[in-house]
């Protein structure tokens, strides 16, 4: 099928400002080490975030930021999407320390490796019809076929087990050969291997993660900021990648060796966001900007964010949102919580105090805090 004939996402097909962009954000480097520490965390919580909620995972922006920057765990979701969230950001950091080994180069095992990290452990799940479960063993190939539901209805057929091995093989070989050569755009390059990636879907799970850790290993292997889909997006990521299928067909070994003109779809996706991403980190680094966050905005979204709270520094923002948790929480408990002073902890709380964001209600033993109308 003719890219032209598709219907598709309004993306910036121009794709000419990634270069310039990425010059600017180069004569930047390196960054001052408070600097890189705040864009680490930030993209930290947003990834982790938006990859694992795409999937399925019920904690809020607020709990996630919590728990990885705090190792606090907040509310009422179920401690596996706790356990999940960490193993995440434990195959992140490890994805990015292999990113950063120029001598090491892509392998299977570092896949499989990955695929183990973020899973953690073998597990059990239910077949789509509910007759029977079936044992996922993390870190190792599939051994039974897998598949999706189009919007259609249709079963569209990812990789068989037997053929998963040798299109890996190949996908890895593909990726070290085209690095080396360097002629593919940066955003080509990623989107290739997303796209035949997620054809073969060599997992039993986990595939969706693994491709966008593996997106952020290329650019970050590459010198460039590393992005996020969005999970507010996830119907236009999805549809992507469905044009892409509209353009290679149902065929798994065609789809595992897509052409450029057909994974272009994908190509000005993940383009258009890379582009927004120099756009935003220059403008941060620069102090055009004070901040940035990659998730929706929106009050529904997560009950952290609201007028009040969008206002608060980092360390009044863990404060507040434990108080919200637990409007009886203490200064000892707020100071073992965060693993600051009583001192700090009574510091911030009068500095929320007195920008009326809240106050004390009866006595300091037997009281509670109330939380302030903007």
């Known amino acids: 099928m003719n890219i032209d004939t598709l219907k598709l996402p309004c993306y910036n097909k121009l794709m000419n400002n990634i270069p310039q962009l990425f010059k600017k954000w180069q004569d930047l480097q390196p960054l001052k080490e408070d600097m890189e520490r705040d864009i680490n965390q930030k993209f930290m919580v947003d990834f982790n975030y938006n990859s694992n909620h795409m999937e399925g995972n019920t904690l809020t922006y607020g709990q996630t930021k919590l728990l990885l920057l705090f190792g606090d765990v907040m509310g009422n979701a179920r401690m596996q999407d706790y356990e999940e969230m960490k193993a995440h950001n434990v195959g992140l950091e490890w994805m990015k320390s292999m990113a950063r080994d120029k001598d090491r180069m892509l392998s299977e095992v570092f896949i499989r490796e990955l695929n183990r990290i973020i899973l953690v452990r073998d597990f059990y799940k239910t077949s789509r019809d509910g007759d029977y479960r079936y044992e996922i063993k993390v870190g190792t190939y599939k051994t039974r076929p897998n598949s999706v539901i189009t919007p259609s209805g249709e079963l569209f057929d990812y990789a068989s087990p037997e053929e998963t091995p040798s299109l890996m093989g190949d996908l890895v070989k593909w990726y070290c050969k085209e690095e080396k050569k360097g002629k593919l755009k940066i955003e080509e390059l990623a989107a290739l291997f997303h796209y035949r990636y997620i054809r073969i879907h060599p997992f039993e799970d986990g595939n969706g993660r693994i491709a966008r850790l593996i997106v952020n290993y290329i650019l970050l292997r590459h010198g460039y900021p590393m992005i996020v889909v969005r999970t507010d997006d996830r119907d236009n990521y999805l549809e992507t990648l469905h044009n892409c299928d509209l353009l290679t067909g149902k065929i798994p070994f065609d789809g595992a060796n897509a052409s450029l003109e057909q994974v272009k779809p994908l190509t000005e996706y993940i383009a258009d966001i890379l582009e927004k991403k120099l756009e935003t980190i220059i403008k941060f680094v620069k102090g055009e900007i004070k901040d940035f966050i990659e998730v929706k905005d929106d009050p529904v979204f997560d009950p952290l964010f609201d007028p009040l709270y969008a206002k608060l520094n980092d360390n009044q923002k863990i404060i507040f949102s434990l108080i919200r948790e637990n409007p009886y929480i203490n200064y000892d408990k707020l100071a073992a919580k965060t693993g600051r002073s009583r001192a700090t902890i ?25 939380i302030l109308s903007p």
């Open 346 to 370: 009574k510091r911030i709380i009068q500095q929320l105090k007195q920008e009326n964001y809240i106050e004390r209600i009866g006595s300091d033993k037997t009281g509670h805090w109330k």
